[in-house]
């Protein structure tokens, strides 16, 4: 099982950084490492990106679902590059709320 290292609580940051970080922070990782994320929605949208663009690399686990707080573990399974974007909410299928970025 993999241990989180770091807790981004992106209710913290600005919308049009929070994205570029959570990517830039999963790309940082290594198999078998992990972060999680606190969210004051559901991060569904981001999910359906990190399908799109690093499908097969990740693990999603949520830790807490609302209905003010969401808590996901994501964790690095298997190495590999992005492919696709990565800007803008939900790959600009929309919806999330979160500003996009």
Known sequence: ??????????????????????????DGLAPGESFEL???H???????QFE???GGQFAWQYLQSGP????????RIAAGTA?????????????CGCGGG
């Open 1 to 26: 099982m993999a241990i989180a290292t770091e807790l981004i609580d992106v209710r913290t940051i600005a919308p049009a950084q929070r994205h570029p970080l959570i990517f830039g922070t999963f």
């Open 38 to 40: 606190l969210n004051d």
């Open 42 to 48: 559901d991060p569904v949208p981001l999910y359906m």
């Open 52 to 54: 799109k663009t690093r």
């Open 68 to 75: 003010a707080r969401w808590h996901v573990r994501l964790s």
């Open 83 to 95: 492919g696709g974007t990565t800007l803008g909410c939900g790959g600009g299928g929309g919806g």
